[in-house]
């Protein structure tokens, strides 16, 4: 998957001159080097969150069976005293096998979740998936104590709690959400695939699902159904259909997840 591209231009850029020193002699070199050095101190460090003035900041959390999580957290620049909603994000996989690269969610969260709600004043946290994919029980519990400790933090809204994830964490949704119904306010799985159980013993939570067309990883065949049944139970479910998108277009993806903000409010408001 993707990540994001940080400011890695610049070391390719001063790197290949600080390894030829022959290059080094030249004025041209010289001026290059000068002007990515400029380049790299007018681009603003990543912002660090206080209580005061909050906006982004990777975490350590930890676990009360002593193992740490690593996590991604944003908050609104200002807290103030009001309730806020919560949004809890599961980064897409990683291949091989092991632990994902160190925050890993965080990543996740830059790329798709805080450019899609930008809109929505919230809590964002996103976990590095502490076990072998967001179904296994282990990163389950993990996400379950960490929303624990946010809201031991934070003042978050009980009742405008939600899960989003994009394709490993779009099936960590539905199966997060579907376990957990009176903790998960809705759902909003991206390229993510709902198993036939799930879909069968799923309650009232509202989803939103989003998926491409042309996705040949997690084909959309799966989550057509699952919106179709859960619509005809009577279950507030709508399907975005992305024409043309495939699975591996993730940056892409955030233009779409906007329409998620308005329908959450609307649910939130109106309960359908």
Same mark, same amino acid.
Not at 36 to 62: G, K, M, Q, T
Not at 74 to 83: E, F, K, N, W, Y
Not at 155 to 174: A, C, H, K, N, Q
């Given at each position: /998957?993707?990540?994001?591209?940080?400011y890695?231009?610049? &070391?390719?850029? *001063?790197?290949?001159i600080?390894?030829?020193r022959?290059? /080094?002699? %030249?004025?041209?070199?010289?001026?290059?080097?000068?002007?990515?050095? *400029?380049?790299a101190?007018?681009?603003?460090?990543?912002?660090?969150? %206080?209580?005061?003035?909050?906006?982004?900041?990777?975490?350590?959390? +930890? /676990?009360?069976?002593? %193992?740490?999580?690593?996590?991604?957290?944003?908050?609104?620049?200002?807290?103030?005293?009001?309730?806020?909603?919560? &949004?809890?994000?599961?980064?897409?996989?990683? !291949? !091989?096998?092991? %632990?994902?690269?160190?925050?890993?969610?965080?990543?996740? /969260?830059?790329?798709?979740? +805080?450019?899609?709600?930008?809109?929505?004043?919230?809590?964002? *946290?996103?976990?590095?998936?502490?076990?072998?994919?967001?179904?296994?029980?282990?990163?389950d519990?993990?996400?379950? #104590?960490?929303?624990?400790?946010?809201?031991? #933090?934070?003042?978050?809204?009980? $009742? +405008? &709690?939600v899960?989003?994830?994009?394709?490993?964490?779009?099936?960590?949704?539905?199966?997060?959400? !579907?376990?957990?119904?009176?903790?998960?306010s809705?759902?909003?799985?991206?390229?993510?695939?709902?198993? $036939?159980?799930?879909?069968?013993?799923?309650?009232?939570?509202?989803?939103?699902? *989003?998926?491409?067309?042309?996705?040949?990883?997690?084909?959309? !065949?799966?989550?057509?159904?699952? &919106?179709?049944a859960?619509?005809?139970?009577?279950?507030?479910? #709508?399907?975005? #259909?992305?024409?043309?998108?495939?699975?591996?277009?993730?940056?892409?993806?955030?233009?779409?997840?906007?329409?998620?903000?308005?329908?959450?409010?609307?649910?939130?408001?109106?309960?359908?």
């Amino acid at each position: /998957m993707a990540r994001q591209p940080g400011y890695s231009w610049i &070391i390719q850029l *001063i790197g290949p001159i600080r390894r030829t020193r022959s290059l /080094m002699k %030249s004025n041209h070199a010289y001026r290059l080097l000068a002007c990515a050095a *400029i380049a790299a101190a007018l681009i603003p460090s990543p912002p660090v969150l %206080s209580r005061a003035h909050a906006i982004a900041e990777d975490r350590v959390l +930890r /676990m009360a069976d002593g %193992s740490a999580l690593r996590y991604g957290l944003q908050v609104p620049a200002t807290l103030g005293d009001r309730p806020l909603p919560l &949004i809890v994000g599961l980064h897409y996989g990683w !291949g !091989g096998g092991g %632990s994902p690269p160190a925050y890993y969610g965080r990543d996740y /969260m830059n790329l798709l979740l +805080r450019p899609g709600f930008a809109a929505l004043d919230a809590i964002i *946290i996103a976990p590095d998936c502490p076990g072998r994919g967001w179904t296994d029980p282990r990163s389950d519990a993990a996400v379950m #104590e960490l929303i624990e400790r946010i809201r031991e #933090e934070f003042e978050v809204d009980p $009742d +405008r &709690i939600v899960v989003t994830g994009f394709s490993l964490g779009g099936m960590g949704t539905w199966s997060f959400a !579907g376990s957990h119904p009176d903790l998960v306010s809705a759902a909003v799985p991206i390229a993510g695939r709902p198993t $036939d159980e799930i879909v069968s013993s799923w309650g009232k939570i509202p989803v939103f699902a *989003i998926h491409g067309d042309r996705d040949d990883v997690v084909p959309i !065949g799966p989550t057509r159904d699952a &919106i179709a049944a859960l619509s005809g139970r009577g279950v507030v479910a #709508e399907l975005t #259909e992305l024409p043309g998108f495939t699975h591996f277009q993730t940056p892409s993806y955030a233009r779409p997840l906007t329409a998620a903000v308005p329908w959450l409010e609307r649910i939130w408001s109106t309960g359908r």
